[in-house]
């Protein structure tokens, strides 16, 4: 389209500036000639006069094409509360993968797949390979376990890009981590001379959103090896065997790339306690897990293994044994200096005006790192309404923040609930004191 063309549409809205159609059509040629500035400036005229999400869409477009992802993220957060919107998911997933948030972005992903199951995108599925291979029968074992392997190493080896000095605050819980984890594996020879070996499992447990992943990764960091992540889903297969033979593809991979850290999320879905299983074949993957953890087959030597669980009660009492979690930290919320830091760190980037941390990090007693997350989003929304009026994007400030905390009050607490009854009255083996410590409790 030639500058004729558009100044002509120039002239027409001159006398149709309300011709909403008109107007886009205009913003989404510049957006198409890649005049990024004058396409945002149309679409802000356009949200001006109508809060479409097709308009809103159109900015938040602009906004990723020109890499202001967080100026994006806001509009496409601001739409996705509203509706199921499937190109803002798809173009969500893009920018959590240009920043990195894998696990989010495959649950964004997952989102816009969900709405069309047909849909390709070649670039998100390279990234996030978030279609999962059904085993057929076939008859050959080696070539089932190749295609296995390889399903596996594509989807979850990463290189561990943060490590402790990106972990604000939990000095406590990095100076144990450093003795029990990585000191071994750091000084092999030395723990060799004594007859141990470097590896084995640890366990981190404490309240939902609290950071129990990122302390993962951080030790993955901290020790340089490689790290790979593994969820519920990433196992359980509708064939029966399947799981067993993931799980044991699982520990394979990272048996040949040592050191490693191995990481399950939500380990008490896999190792719930077999008592308490109804289904032979969960009781087989459970045992298939022991018989990984205790490489009575393999060399384990040089595999750090971490599970999280909000609910270590669940696991089963076998996982818990000498060689397998033996060591388990309790990662409670962050604390004064984590908080801090947490709010430093997603306020980033974002409009904001002389905010007082001090003051807020008081105000947050038991909040969890997403409780913190939820209640920055709150006053991005409230702000955000104002910012439509006239488009000019309004700061944050303390009271906004302040406001957005008496909205939204720790979700830890039931968590806690729950756990000091265990504490108190199912701790024999002094597993959960740290709990009582946390909630100064003299038992």
């Known amino acids: 389209m030639d500058n004729s063309t558009i100044n002509s549409l120039l002239e027409a809205l001159r006398f149709s500036p309300d011709n ?3 107007r886009f059509h205009l913003a989404d040629t510049f957006l198409k000639l890649k005049r990024f500035d004058e396409a945002e400036s149309q679409f802000i005229e356009l949200l001006n006069q109508s809060s479409s999400s097709q308009y809103k869409y159109g900015l938040a477009e602009v906004y990723f094409l020109k890499k202001e992802y967080s100026k994006s993220i806001v509009i496409l957060e601001d739409i996705l509360n509203h509706e199921e919107h499937f190109e803002a998911l798809i173009l969500f997933s893009k920018i959590l993968v240009a920043e990195h948030s894998i696990a989010k972005a495959q649950k964004t992903y997952q989102r816009a797949l969900n709405l069309n199951p047909g849909y390709k995108d070649d670039y998100l599925d390279s990234e996030l390979r978030m279609a999962h291979e059904v085993y057929n029968d076939s008859d050959d074992d080696e070539d089932d376990e190749e295609r296995n392997r390889q399903m596996v190493t ?3 080896l990463q290189v561990s890009d943060i490590n402790f000095n990106d972990v604000g605050g939990m000095e406590d819980i990095k100076k144990e981590i450093d003795l029990k984890i990585i000191k071994p594996l750091v000084h092999q020879e030395l723990y060799k001379s004594y007859g141990k070996k470097a590896g084995g499992g640890i366990l981190l447990y404490g309240p939902p959103g609290c950071g129990k992943t990122f302390i993962a990764k951080a030790t993955a960091g901290q020790i340089q090896s490689k790290f790979f992540t593994v969820g519920l889903n990433d196992i359980l297969d509708m064939w029966i065997g399947n799981s067993e033979k993931n799980l044991h593809s699982v520990f394979e991979i990272a048996r040949q790339n040592k050191p490693c850290v191995l990481f399950f999320d939500e380990i008490d879905a896999l190792g719930a306690s077999r008592s308490d299983m109804k289904q032979s074949s969960s009781r087989h993957l459970i045992n298939q897990f022991l018989l990984e953890l205790d490489g009575m087959n393999s060399d384990n030597e040089g595999i750090l293994v971490i599970g999280a669980t909000n609910t270590p009660w669940n696991l089963d009492t076998a996982f818990r044994r000498p060689g397998r979690f033996d060591r388990i930290i309790f990662i409670p919320p962050p604390d004064e200096s984590a908080k801090k830091s947490i709010l430093e760190i997603k306020l980033q980037n974002k409009p904001t005006e002389a905010i007082d941390y001090k003051a807020l990090v008081k105000k947050l007693d038991n909040y969890s790192g997403a409780d913190i997350e939820a209640i920055i ?3 991005i929304e409230a702000k955000l309404e104002q910012s439509f009026i006239d488009g000019i994007p309004k700061p944050l400030t303390t009271k906004d923040l302040a406001n957005a905390i008496e909205r939204h009050k720790p979700s830890t607490q039931e ?18 004191n740290d709990i009582l410590k946390y909630l100064k409790i003299k038992k």
């Open 20 to 22: 909403l159609p008109l």
């Open 154 to 156: 594509n989807h979850f």
């Open 377 to 379: 989003d709150l006053a």
């Open 415 to 432: 968590w806690f609930n729950t756990a000091k009854n265990y504490a108190l009255y199912a701790n024999d083996t002094g597993l959960y």
